[in-house]
Nanobody, 120 residues
């Protein structure tokens, strides 16, 4: 089994910063990609940022230039540095790990979610 543990959420003022962390553990043969999704009340879950094992990144247009995703392959940990936070960034943030446990078909594993609230 793969377990993802998230940390780093909290309450910040507009313009502030937070750094989310997500550590994956378990019998992981290969991590193909890790990413961050978020879901605000009444809205669908959306992709925020994604990074592949090779270091390729994708960002939602709404966070480009403000958020940075990175991954420590040795620690199986993905980070999301969030700067210049806005009220619209308020959501529960979920970590996703796309990994192979030994087969050819990868599976997705999800963290428990961490609340990020941007408010004055």
């Amino acid at each position: 089994q793969v377990q993802l543990v998230e940390s780093g959420g909290g309450l910040v003022l507009p313009g502030g910063s937070l750094r989310l962390s997500c550590a994956a553990s378990g019998s992981i043969f290969r991590i193909n990609a890790m990413g961050w999704y978020r879901q605000a009340p009444g809205k669908e879950r959306e992709l925020v940022a994604r990074i592949t094992g090779g270091g390729y990144t994708n960002y939602a247009d709404s966070v480009k230039g403000r958020f940075t995703i990175s991954m420590d392959n040795a620690k199986n940990t993905v980070y999301l540095q969030m700067n210049s936070l806005k009220a619209e960034d308020t959501a529960v943030y979920y970590c996703d790990c796309n990994a192979n446990l030994g087969g050819l078909v990868p599976s997705h594993y999800w963290g428990q979610g961490t609340q990020v609230t941007v408010s004055s």
